[in-house]
């Protein structure tokens, strides 16, 4: 979808990307990185927006210093900052973009209702973008990226400025514009873990320079920490305590966990370090007579990743 070749952009005073060379496949991709680390840049470069001062960019096949119009024709971009016109509707602006993209008419209006509707906009539609909620402009947003059905849409910080309900009802609109529609996403966010769950794959950068590039599965590799749920019984309404207990007695000291697991409080957390330990607990749990809802390897998660990372290179 994308490839970059050692890609720079110089401003005057700070270099923006920094000899960036990284490939971007199909599905979701999360491109991470502080504010300042150049994702809006790279956008603008890839969309032929912008020149870059060394290297060469990519999308779909086609040269971004070259051919911008033919990216943008297959590509859908929704820009970071607030630039909605306040006195159009929503349908108004979103059939525009869709003339400007070289939609017929009557297409456009069809493909704006479609979209509008799929980004969950309603009735509101037709009233002025000017009274919009932050989330409502972001959908619009978001919808005039789709409506010429492109191939990839580029989303630069889609969930900036939305609340925790919100910003989870983008991700999960943003994960079924692949899924539903097929069409590819580099999505970008200054949260690593935001992107965890929405992401097939992720690229971090940092100071314009590439960091990490992998898919999200191996970020989240499989730990030696054992998470084990159990049920109450009559004898042990908390049959979570019980467990912790008994597991202590036989010489498996359960493990403190962040409470940010959902459902921690009913987790014991044990680490696995040796085999043994696995028949440990199915066996002190059979001695309680409690029923095992579930025994699993946690999966890392992407921020502690790094977290090790950083550790590592610390000391
Ligand atoms: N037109 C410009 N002129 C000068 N410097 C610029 C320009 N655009 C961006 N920069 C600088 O380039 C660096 C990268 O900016 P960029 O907007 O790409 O970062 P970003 O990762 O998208 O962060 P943010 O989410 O804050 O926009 C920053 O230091 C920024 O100040």
């Known amino acids: 979808m994308i490839a970059t070749e050692s890609l720079s952009k110089r401003y005057p005073r700070v270099t923006a990307l920094d000899r960036l060379t990284v490939d971007i496949g199909p599905g979701v991709t999360g491109l991470v990185g502080a504010n300042g680390a150049g994702k809006s840049t790279l956008i603008k470069i890839l969309l032929g927006l912008a020149p870059a001062s060394e290297g060469s960019a990519a999308v779909l096949g086609h040269d971004?210093?070259?051919?911008?119009a033919a990216i943008r024709e297959q590509v859908g971009y929704m820009p970071e900052h607030d630039c909605l016109p306040p006195d159009v509707s929503a349908t108004e602006f979103v059939v525009h973009m869709a003339r400007m993209s070289g939609l017929p008419a009557t297409a456009a209006r069809e493909r704006t209702a479609d979209t509008l509707r799929h980004v969950g906009l309603y009735e509101e539609r037709y009233r002025p973008m000017g009274g919009y909620s932050t989330g409502m402009k972001q959908r619009v947003k978001l919808a005039q990226a789709l409506v010429h059905d492109p191939k990839l849409v580029l989303l630069d910080e889609p969930t900036n400025g939305l609340d925790p309900a919100g910003r989870d009802e983008m991700l999960?609109?943003?994960r079924r514009v692949h899924t539903d529609f097929g069409i590819s996403v580099l999505v970008t966010s200054h949260l690593l873990g935001e992107l965890e769950r929405t992401s097939d794959h992720i690229v971090v950068i940092d100071g314009g320079k590439l960091l990490k590039s992998q898919s999200t599965q191996s970020f989240t590799e499989t730990t030696t920490t054992?998470?084990?749920e159990v049920?109450?019984?009559d004898a042990h309404p908390d049959g979570a305590l019980a467990l912790r207990t008994a597991l202590a007695a036989a010489g498996v000291e359960p493990v403190a966990e962040p409470g940010t697991l959902p459902?921690?409080?009913?987790?014991?957390v044990v680490e696995a370090d040796e085999d043994s330990v696995y028949d440990t607990v199915r066996d002190t749990i059979a001695d309680l007579g409690l029923g095992m809802v579930r025994m699993e390897q946690r999966r890392?998660?992407?921020a502690e990743v790094f977290q090790e990372d950083r550790e590592a290179a610390a000391s």
């Open 172 to 174: 999960g609109l943003i």
């Open 226 to 228: 054992l998470l084990v």
């Open 263 to 268: 459902g921690a409080a009913r987790l014991v």
């Open 64 to 68: 971004s210093a070259r051919d911008g």
């Open 300 to 302: 890392h998660r992407i």
């Open 231 to 233: 049920t109450d019984s």
